[in-house]
């Protein structure tokens, strides 16, 4: 199957090392002798090219992605509001409706004569890509968010560069809480993964770590703080993820826009607010949100980054499509879109990262 043109689109909530994937793959495919060019905002640019006054892609050469592999966000800007099969669209009323704009899509794509696309983004980009793919197109996804929740691939771009930040916060919280005898409850994002939260949270040496893998009963986080406290550690340290709910209660959300996902979040005040009232020690909540999507990646995303983003040409040079590049140490593989949209990665309960953080005594609420 014969490559010439190539169309490379990040969608999503943006995570550390997508430029360095636009970077390995617009130099590995000019390399080949490929045209290389990149679609605005996720699918927005194909879809409301209107709106972009220098045009909704940008054709991609060396030039374009010189020094870009450290830089945190995208050089082709994201969007999580751009679902080509639920896009958002003004109905009758003036009011925004999904409609699906799929075929729309798929006919910008082919006037152009782009022969592939390589689709960097999380569960609902890769979903995008296989129902695209189901339309006649040519995608290799790559694997992006700072979550790590999706299937196929051991690791995501972007969750070592949060799981490193976020670390560090904690490693900052210890001297303030020891100092006014606190609890601090911090609070990461995740969605409905807490692996975020488990890494940094054993890293960073924690006291509990609350993640929706595992429910939580406010009582023992509350029992283990006074247990520290008794036995001389006058300060406490918990780890919420974003999507942690108590034992028969409900993640706090506050639902979605139109086309958008539902927005996860406020979880971290919570229980700062029920440990006060059941250890009367004074406990604050810190909520660490965007933070954890900036910044430069860590050495390590950029390697996978990289290595992502040049496999991914070669996969396409292979003749390969409807797949995700995936890192399977230590090498990386390609796996059906569909194997890797079929479920979400949770944390399992039984691997030695959990088995290790209750060895070390870390409270899971349970
Ligand atoms: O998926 C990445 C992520 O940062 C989640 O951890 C979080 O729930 C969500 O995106 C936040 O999205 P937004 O930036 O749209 O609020």
Redesign the pocket.
């Given at each position: 199957m014969s490559t010439k043109k190539i169309a490379v689109t990040t969608g999503?909530?943006d995570?550390p090392g997508l430029n360095a994937v636009i970077r390995a793959i617009v130099i590995s495919a000019t390399n080949r002798g490929w045209e290389c060019i990149g679609i605005r905002d996720g699918y927005n640019g194909l879809l409301q090219p209107q709106q972009y006054p220098r045009g909704g892609t940008v054709p991609l050469g060396r030039e374009s992605v010189r020094g870009i592999t450290h830089l945190g966000g995208t050089i082709l800007g994201t969007t999580?509001r751009g679902h080509p099969f639920r896009y958002p669209t003004p109905g009758e009323d003036g009011e925004l409706v999904e409609k699906d704009r799929s075929d729309d899509l798929v006919a910008a794509i082919r006037s152009r004569q782009i022969d592939a696309i390589i689709a960097i983004g999380?569960d609902g980009s890769m979903a995008i890509a296989l129902g695209l793919c189901q339309k006649g197109l040519r995608i290799v996804g790559v694997p992006k968010?700072?979550?790590n929740d999706l299937s196929g691939t051991v690791r995501t771009f972007g969750f070592n560069t949060a799981v490193s930040f976020a670390t560090a916060c904690l490693d900052r919280l210890h001297s303030t809480a020891e100092a006014h005898r606190r609890v601090m409850v911090v609070e990461m994002?995740?969605?409905y993964a807490g692996w975020i939260a488990l890494h940094a949270g054993i890293a960073g040496t924690a006291d509990a770590i609350l993640i929706p893998e595992i429910p939580y009963d406010i009582h023992k986080v509350a029992a283990k703080i006074k247990e520290r406290t008794r036995s001389g550690r006058s300060f406490s340290i918990v780890v919420v993820a974003?999507g942690a709910h108590p034992v028969g209660g409900e993640r706090l959300s506050t639902g979605g826009a139109i086309g958008?996902?539902e927005?996860?979040g406020g979880i971290g005040h919570q229980v700062a607010a029920e440990l006060q009232e059941h250890t009367g020690q004074e406990s604050r909540a810190v909520v660490l949100g965007?933070l954890?999507?900036g910044g430069s990646p860590t050495s390590f995303d950029r390697l996978i980054s990289l290595r992502f983003g040049a496999a991914a040409v070669r996969a396409l040079e292979e003749g390969q499509t409807e797949c995700m590049v995936a890192l399977d140490p230590p090498v990386v593989r390609y796996v059906p879109l569909e194997e890797a949209t079929r479920r979400m990665k949770s944390v399992p309960l039984d691997s030695d990262t959990v088995l290790t953080a209750r060895d070390l005594g870390v409270s899971f609420g349970d």
């Open positions: 999503g909530g995570a999580n999380g968010t700072i979550d994002m995740g969605r974003e958008a996902a927005k996860l965007h954890l999507r």
